[in-house]
């Protein structure tokens, strides 16, 4: 079974193994994985020019990979980025992740393990939703913005974890969902 600590000392996947979009502004969005490796380590820079953003459905429905690692440069996580990744057990965010977008993580039935950084401020409306395995998940104090139903609250055993008075707690609260302070 693969760890977050795996997915912590993993090498950096090859530029090769990636597809890109370069927006002439120094930044490439990702487009696609093409590798075959079941942990990804998504490279900071691609080709001298730093990933921002991973775009949508990179490594949704089809994709091998179980375990990925966002590095540091991205921002944003784009809707539907992993959604219905069967495989995905675990993902690592990078310190510069600022949003999560719509749906991103839809239908990842087996995610089990999802660390986000210190930094993100908004998780978009359905997340989250229909991932069975995820239980618990701890939200960042710097996040001021949780959307309606971004969590897998299906069998009512879910758990969002934070600072005491955070936003996280005051979501929970106000949604019914069961908080515990870290």
Same mark, same amino acid.
């Given at each position: 079974?693969?760890?977050?600590?795996?997915?912590?000392?993993?090498?950096?996947?090859?530029?090769?193994?990636?597809?890109?979009?370069?927006?002439?502004?120094?930044?490439?969005?990702?487009?696609?994985?093409?590798?075959?490796?079941?942990?990804?380590?998504?490279?900071?820079?691609?080709?001298?020019?730093?990933?921002?953003? /991973? +775009?949508?459905?990179? @490594?949704?429905?089809?994709?091998?990979? !179980?375990?990925?690692? =966002? %590095?540091? *440069? $991205?921002?944003?996580?784009?809707?539907?980025?992993?959604?219905?990744?069967?495989?995905?057990?675990?993902?690592?965010?990078?310190?510069?992740?600022?949003?999560?977008?719509?749906?991103?993580?839809?239908?990842?039935?087996?995610?089990?393990?999802?660390?986000?950084?210190?930094?993100?401020?908004? /998780? +978009?409306?359905?997340? @989250?939703?229909?991932?069975?395995?995820? !239980?618990?998940?701890? =939200? %960042?104090? *710097? $996040?001021?913005?949780?959307?309606?139903?971004?969590?897998?609250?299906?069998?009512?055993?879910?758990?969002?974890?934070?600072?005491?008075?955070?936003?996280?707690?005051?979501?929970?609260?106000?949604?019914?969902?069961?908080?515990?302070?870290?």
């Amino acid at each position: 079974e693969i760890t977050v600590e795996d997915v912590m000392n993993a090498p950096e996947n090859p530029e090769s193994d990636f597809v890109v979009v370069d927006h002439g502004n120094g930044d490439v969005e990702l487009l696609g994985y093409e590798g075959t490796d079941e942990i990804v380590v998504i490279p900071e820079i691609w080709n001298g020019k730093k990933i921002t953003t /991973i +775009s949508s459905y990179v @490594f949704g429905v089809s994709s091998i990979a !179980k375990a990925v690692k =966002i %590095p540091d *440069s $991205v921002t944003l996580v784009n809707e539907f980025a992993f959604a219905a990744n069967t495989n995905l057990e675990i993902v690592v965010f990078g310190s510069g992740v600022k949003e999560i977008g719509k749906a991103s993580f839809q239908a990842c039935e087996n995610l089990r393990e999802v660390v986000l950084n210190e930094g993100l401020e908004k /998780i +978009s409306m359905i997340s @989250f939703v229909s991932c069975d395995s995820l !239980k618990k998940l701890t =939200i %960042p104090e *710097s $996040v001021k913005e949780i959307e309606p139903g971004v969590f897998p609250l299906e069998d009512g055993d879910f758990v969002l974890v934070g600072k005491t008075g955070s936003y996280a707690e005051t979501y929970a609260k106000e949604n019914g969902i069961t908080f515990e302070a870290n």
